[in-house]
Each structure stands twice: as C-alpha cells, then as structure tokens.
C-alpha cells in the first residue's frame, strides 16, 4: 500500500514536499523496490516526473530537471518528491508508484509499476 501526502496549493516560484509512504512487504523490503512519481493534469494522461533505482540512482523526465528531488528513505519506507520553482504547469494530481517486481530496474513508463497510491492535489497559481 502507497500513502501520498504533502499535496497542496501554493504560488507560482513556491515550494513543496511530497511524501509517500509504503507498507504490506512480505518477502521483500521497501529497499528492495524501484519507485517513482507520476502526474496526471485535468484532463490529460499520467505522465512520469520523476524515478529511484533501487540503488538510490534518479532519473527526470525533463519537465523535473532542475527543480525537482526524489529520494527514497528506506529506513522509514517513505518516498520523497521535492518540488521547487513551481510553475502552473505543474499542477496536478501527483501519484507515486512502485514496480511491479522486486530488484528490477526502472522502466519509464506507467506499466512498468504495479502499485500506485490514491494521489495527492498539487496547485499552482
């Protein structure tokens, strides 16, 4: 189970913190898990944002560059997104999301990722 939280409405140039906590692992641990964010606009498809190998590696799509920070805490099985410089264009319902098997790497699309939170509202105006 995926738990996002940290959503809200903020101010164009403004700052947000996105967590997402992770729960119900069994055989493998939270560690073990490549995670990543995705977004989906108002009446657009869910695109991806940001993504954390399982060695702690990360990877932007281009819209996050620069402004954005994912990180994986494993010791509390949270995900982080750290948004800065938050334009318009980022509002969005953001999800995060977890692949599909255990010690696999990243693939950048939706159905790479087997397990997705209830999202949380991210505005700015």
């Known amino acids: 189970q995926l738990v996002e939280s940290g959503g809200g409405s903020v101010q164009t140039g403004g700052s947000l913190r996105l967590s997402c906590v992770a729960s119900?692992?069994?055989?493998?641990?939270?560690?073990?898990?490549?995670m990543a964010w995705f977004r989906r606009p108002l009446g657009k498809e869910r695109e991806g944002v940001a993504y954390?190998?399982?060695?702690?590696?990360?990877i932007y799509e281009d819209s996050a560059k620069g402004r954005f920070t994912t990180s994986k805490g494993n010791a509390k099985n949270t995900l982080y997104l750290q948004m800065t410089n938050l334009k318009a264009e980022d509002t969005a319902m953001y999800y995060c999301a977890q692949c599909w098997i255990a010690r696999t790497s990243v693939v950048r699309r939706p159905g790479g990722f087997g397990t997705w939170g209830q999202g949380t509202q991210v505005t700015v105006s």
């Open positions: 954390v190998e399982t060695d702690g590696r990360t």
């Open positions: 119900g692992f069994t055989k493998y641990s939270f560690s073990d898990y490549c």
